[in-house]
Structure formats: structure tokens, C-alpha cells
């Protein structure tokens, strides 16, 4: 089934401000899609737009051929997670109930085995048993990573879309990097499509088939990370003096910052 996502001239307004403005784009299967521009940009709202968190003043989402707005609630549970920016949850539970949680839309059938599953894959088994408040920041997100996993679980992997918002914020380099190979690993070998909103360049360039950037509420560039970039395309939308140069150990460009 053709699993695409598709978004179609969406706008968005507050006040006097369009904060999407007329955003068009397609999420194609099997792909590793970064959402990338400057604080404010839009990236945390247009992704509630295409996750169905927000509605759009104009424009439309489709998920697999079906307007977003015409999926029942649990079927569109199972086929696309959302992991936010911040996350505070209200409660304090064992990290185990976390992410039992995302097993909501299913069901309680195969759900220990699942969350040991997921836990094990990002790296959350020794967190188990604590209490979530507890966690340092970092941690937090692994489990976040993790519920968002568990959401997905289908017949031994996940399948569907997978949202996440800077969801390497709080990871060290060890963390960052396991982050983005998993994701890899389970796009390449699976079902899963992921859209990931990044603001270190530098992992967009090693990890996204296709990078968009968004600035002020409106998609300014979109291409392979190669192509989209770029010193000039960096500097005009960030106003940060940059210079990307080759990464030393693969085909990628890498953006440095000048003193
Ligand atoms: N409810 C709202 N009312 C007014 N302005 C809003 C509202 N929600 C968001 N904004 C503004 O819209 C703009 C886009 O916000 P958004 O959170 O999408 O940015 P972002 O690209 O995710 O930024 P960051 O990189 O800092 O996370 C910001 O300027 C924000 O202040
Ligand atoms: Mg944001």
C-alpha cells in the first residue's frame, strides 16, 4: 500500500503572522527526511500539521491516499508517532509504564515483549525500573524514542510514520550516533519512514536522504543534504558565518562554524 504523506498548500495563522505559509511537500516510504531551519522557523508546528495535532486554516494532509482528518483516531495511532519537543508528563511513573503506553492503540497482546524490544533498542533496559522524573534529559528522550517505537510495533518492527522533533537535543555524541543509525537500520530494513526535525546540520548530513528547510513559516530550500547544504544556502538562512567542506569520511557536507 502506497504509504506516502502528502501535504497540500497548508497555511497556518496567529494574529496578524502566517506562522506555515503555503507549504506543499511529499514524505515518500522509506525514506529519512530532515526538517531543518532557524528557531521559529515553523518546523514544531508544520510537524503537528502533518502529524493531525493542528489543523490548517487552508490546505490538506493526506496519509496513504485518505485525508488525515477522514482516519479514525486508532487506526491513524497505529500508522503514525509523534515524539515532541518537550515532553512533561504530569505523572511519574516506572519508565516500563512509559512506554507500555505507547502500546495504547493495540492492546495488551505481546505488549511485555514489546517494550523489552524497543527498551533494548534504544538502549533503555537499565532504566526499566525508574521512576521517569528521575532520568537526566537525555534519558528521558531514549524513552521517548522508545514509547514512540512501541506505538509503531507491528509483527516484529515498527511500520508507519515516525515524527520526532529534535529528538537528539539532550544526547551525547555516543547517543546522537546510535539514535540515527537505529533509525537507519529500521528504515533500510523495514517499514518504517521517518520525518526528523534536526538542528544540528551535521547529522542531517549524514543521516537524511532529503533535507527540507523551512523559514519563516514557508519551505525556502529542499534537496539532498548536498544540495540543500550549502555555505551561501546556510549563511542567507541562518545568518550564522559558516563553511561546509567535506566530511572527511564519507560524501557529505560539513558545516563549520567560523570564530
Ligand atoms: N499559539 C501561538 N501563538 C502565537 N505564536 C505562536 C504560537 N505557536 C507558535 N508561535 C510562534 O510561531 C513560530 C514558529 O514556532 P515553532 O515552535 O513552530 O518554531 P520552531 O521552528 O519549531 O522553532 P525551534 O527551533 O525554536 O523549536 C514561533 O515564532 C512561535 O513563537
Ligand atoms: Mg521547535
Known amino acids: 500500500m502506497d504509504n506516502s504523506l ?35 522557523a515553523g518546523k514544531s508546528t508544520l510537524l503537528r500539521l502533518l502529524t493531525g495535532y493542528l489543523s490548517a486554516e487552508q490546505g490538506e494532509c493526506w496519509l496513504a491516499g485518505q485525508s488525515l482528518t477522514q482516519w479514525p483516531a486508532r487506526a491513524l495511532s497505529r500508522r503514525r508517532a509523534v515524539m515532541l519537543q518537550q515532553t512533561q508528563l504530569r505523572f511519574d511513573w516506572p519508565v516500563e509504564a512509559i512506554v507500555a503506553m505507547g502500546r495504547a492503540p493495540w492492546g495488551a497482546l505481546h505488549e511485555a515483549e514489546i517494550v523489552r524490544e524497543v527498551m533494548a533498542l534504544t538502549g533503555c533496559d537499565d532504566l526499566a525500573r525508574r521512576h521517569y522524573a528521575t532520568l537526566s534529559g537525555g534519558e528521558q528522550q531514549r524513552v521517548q524514542l522508545a514509547r514512540s517505537l512501541a506505538q509503531l510495533w507491528n509483527n516484529g518492527a515498527p511500520e508507519g510514520w515516525l515524527f520526532l522533533d529534535e529528538p537528539t537535543s539532550a544526547l551525547d555524541l555516543y547517543h546522537q550516533q546510535q539514535l540515527l543509525r537505529l533509525l537507519k537500520k529500521l528504515i533500510v530494513s523495514g517499514k518504517l519512514h521517518v520525518c526528523i526535525v534536526l538542528h544540528d546540520l551535521n547529522l542531517a548530513a549524514l543521516w537524511a536522504d532529503r533535507v527540507l528547510l523551512l523559514n519563516n513559516g514557508k519551505l525556502v530550500a529542499q534537496g539532498t543534504p548536498r544540495q540543500v547544504i550549502q555555505t551561501d544556502v546556510i549563511t542567507q538562512w541562518y545568518g550564522a558565518e559558516v563553511e561546509v567542506r567535506s566530511h572527511p569520511g564519507s560524501d557529505t557536507p560539513h558545516v563549520f562554524l567560523c570564530s
Open 6 to 40: 502528502i501535504a497540500s498548500h497548508l497555511r497556518l495563522q496567529r494574529g496578524q503572522r502566517w506562522l506555515i505559509d503555503d507549504v506543499s511537500l511529499m514524505l515518500a516510504c522509506g525514506e529519512l527526511v530532515a526538517l531543518i531551519g532557524p528557531n521559529g
